[in-house]
């Protein structure tokens, strides 16, 4: 999966105010650019330092994508469904493993309840920073891939038996940061080895929310739209 952007972004730059609540397809955020919501004083804010960061109306800090370090970083809502955030040379920084779900149509949205969610027009949430639990995001992605609601009796099952919906799990039962990806499967849907994971976003050892698409995908792939059971 390419994390390339095809055109170059429409950049909301920083200096200007609040670029609004949304950021369409093909528009990001350069240093200094931010979000606003509708109401309750939640900023999404492009920092000099590279962090992309959630904050509340008292300046605390709710979510962040850890990418500090390297300024002049920029955060595009591609038009291919994925959030990636870019290093000024456009090397991918970190991304929200969302590539070729949203069909053309998603976009995000920093609501006025905390969440940022990326949606699509069709179907619906496909990322936020909070989901309720790793369970509901996989369930909520599953007809991307061609699958029925009828399936996921035999997804959850699966992944059950493969790391007990874990993150963090190695086979053999070592946990994280104790495993050697390059050589065991890894993770919710136990990849294997755990390093393929990286194809959707470079927190893949630690974020159930990057493994959980890739094991989709993985199936996908590999079976098609029908196999699952």
Request: proline share 4%; glycine share 14%; aromatic share 14%.
């Amino acid at each position: 999966m390419s994390l390339s952007v095809s055109v170059a972004p429409k950049l909301v730059v920083g200096g200007g105010g609040c670029g609004g609540s949304t950021l369409s397809p093909g528009v990001g955020l350069a240093e200094g650019g931010y979000l606003c919501s509708f109401s309750n004083g939640f900023t999404f804010i492009m920092q000099g330092d590279g962090d992309l960061v959630e904050y509340n109306s008292q300046g605390q800090a709710l979510w962040a994508s850890d990418t500090a370090g390297e300024p002049r970083n920029y955060v595009v809502m591609q038009s291919d469904g994925n959030l990636v955030i870019y290093s000024s040379s456009g090397q991918a920084r970190w991304a929200s493993g969302t590539y070729g779900i949203g069909g053309g149509s998603a976009y995000l949205s920093l609501q006025s309840d905390s969440n940022v969610v990326i949606y699509d027009d069709s179907s619906g949430a496909i990322w936020a920073v909070r989901w309720f639990s790793p369970q509901s995001y996989a369930q909520e992605i599953m007809f991307h891939f061609g699958w029925s609601s009828s399936q996921w009796t035999y997804l959850y099952q699966l992944w059950q038996d493969e790391s007990n919906w874990r993150w963090n799990v190695c086979y053999g039962g070592g946990t994280y940061p104790n495993c050697n990806y390059e050589s065991s499967a890894y993770g919710i849907p136990q990849a294997n080895p755990g390093s393929k994971m990286e194809s959707v976003a470079p927190d893949w050892t630690t974020d159930p929310f990057t493994q959980v698409p890739w094991g989709e995908q993985y199936i996908h792939s590999a079976y098609g739209d029908h196999k699952m059971r």
